[in-house]
T-cell receptor, first 107, second 116 residues
Framework: QKEVEQNSGPLSVPEGAIASLNCTYS??????FFWYRQYSGKSPELIMS????GDKEDGRFTAQLNKASQYVSLLIRDSQPSDSATYLC???????FGTGTSLTVIP | KAGVTQTPRYLIKTRGQQVTLSCSPI?????VSWYQQTPGQGLQFLFE???????NKGNFPGRFSGRQFSNSRSEMNVSTLELGDSALYLC???????????????FGPGTRLTVL
């Protein structure tokens, strides 16, 4: 059974703070992991992908993967109001998604 | 480069009817995946087509089917519609499909299906 779990939130952070989003997955088979952002009324858009243990940084975003703990996270530094969205974690060759974490960045 | 397009954008049907949704992938992309998104269940994988063959399948009943044409365009069909089929149906395309790194998915705008 392929399951992806996310902290459902909602999560609120003040502008400029670090937002931390977490995701666990049920099966060690998964080799690739993805974070998508979905604005209300829009379709998901890919923001980060990670395949190896450790950290991967892209601008204000850092994805962290720990395959032994079956855990992947997304950190958003210097959060901006425009980051307010639902963040979806995907695993298992990108087909299986968590239910999403709603993030609100308060100005 | 044009993005993923889906038609129609909105659809209203009644129980028992059937519906066909269409998806045109990004030019050059050979993989098309379909998802159902509802507030309660989130984004759920239906199936993936690659080079006209269904390569991966989620846990949906046989009422949900799909196909892919030689130009990579894909259609999804739902027969004998139920109220619970009301959802946003999203398709996503990628260059070479799932199973490996670098095969990022790009989502279309979705088709909002309402079953009355």
């Amino acid at each position: 059974q392929k399951e992806v779990e996310q902290n459902s939130g909602p999560l609120s952070v003040p502008e400029g703070a670090i937002a931390s989003l977490n995701c666990t997955y049920s099966d060690r088979v998964s080799q690739s992991f993805f974070w998508y952002r979905q604005y209300s009324g829009k379709s998901p858009e890919l923001i980060m992908s990670i395949y190896s243990n450790g950290d991967k940084e892209d601008g204000r975003f850092t994805a962290q993967l720990n395959k032994a703990s079956q855990y992947v996270s997304l950190l958003i530094r210097d959060s901006q109001p425009s980051d307010s969205a639902t963040y979806l974690c995907a695993a298992f060759n990108q087909f299986y998604f968590g239910t999403g974490t709603s993030l609100t960045v308060i100005p | 480069k044009a993005g993923v397009t889906q038609t129609p954008r909105y659809l209203i049907k009644t129980r028992g009817q059937q519906v066909t949704l269409s998806c045109s992938p990004i030019s050059g992309h050979r993989s098309v995946s379909w998802y159902q998104q509802t507030p309660g269940q989130g984004l759920q994988f239906l199936f993936e087509y690659f080079s006209e063959t269904q390569r991966n399948k989620g846990n949906f009943p046989g009422r949900f089917s799909g196909r892919q044409f030689s130009n990579s365009r894909s259609e999804m069909n739902v027969s004998t519609l139920e109220l619970g089929d009301s959802a946003l149906y999203l398709c996503a395309s990628s260059l070479a499909g799932a199973g490996g790194p670098m095969n990022e998915q790009f989502f279309g705008p979705g088709t909002r299906l309402t079953v009355l």
